[in-house]
Structures are given as C-alpha cells and as structure tokens.
C-alpha cells in the first residue's frame, strides 16, 4: 500500500487518523483546539474557544477562568518534583471543595510551553 500512496497523501490520512487525538503522532507536540467549557455542578469555572490539548488534556488561558473559583493546594512532594513546578488548585463552587480539581505549570520546559498561562482540569470538573 505504500507504493500505491505518494508521500502527500500518507501525511493527509496521517493527518487525518490523529486529527481526533489533538496530538501529532510525530511530534507528540499540543495543537489548539476548538470552544469547550470546564463545568462543575452547572457553574461555568472557564470557557474558551483558544485551547490547547496536551498529553489528552485540554489547557484553558487563564483569561478565561474563574479564577475566584479557584484556591492554591498545597504542594505536596510529587508537586515539588515536577520539571514543569505544577501548582494544583481546589475548585470551590457552592462553598464545596473539590480538592486538586485545577492545575497550571509556572515553569513549562520547552517541550510544555504551549501550556504556560494555563490551566487544566480533572476529577469533579467536566470538560467539553
């Protein structure tokens, strides 16, 4: 099959075949991707059409959160040891805490970059 396909055509299906993921096969590099929310019990905590995916999360400018919704977590030793000095964030919306829900690195290497300014969310928080 390689013989029947040109080059151009394999970086298309290529293109194509990853396009889902928001990861590029051969760089393993972050893309932007379209307008999604980050939502928890209903509350709107960030919203943005200027995304970026990374490592199959999708990081919000920080613009673009509630940053009143959010509380520094302590680090712990695992936090200290990240190349990219994670912070984790407690969610807070309805005076309930979701512990660790929200992240953003300080210091990305190169390699993160795209994500600096940023934040991701996991656990209670829904992002789509």
């Not at 990305?108 to 656990?123: H, I, L, N, S």
């Amino acid at each position: 099959m390689n013989a029947v396909l040109g080059t151009s055509a394999w970086r298309e299906l290529d293109r194509l075949r990853y396009a889902q993921t928001g990861i590029n096969r051969r760089t393993q590099s972050c893309v932007e991707i379209s307008l999604m929310k980050a939502t928890l019990n209903g509350h709107v905590i960030a919203e943005s059409n200027d995304m970026v995916e990374c490592g199959g999360y999708q990081y919000f400018p920080r613009s673009s959160v509630r940053i009143d919704q959010l509380e520094k977590a302590e680090k712990t030793a695992s936090d200290l040891e990240c190349p990219h000095s994670v912070q984790f964030y407690d969610v807070i919306v309805d005076g309930k805490r979701h512990r660790r829900a929200a992240w953003s690195y300080e210091a990305p290497q190169p390699k993160m970059r795209q994500v600096a300014d940023r934040f991701g969310f996991w656990e209670d928080v829904q992002v789509g």
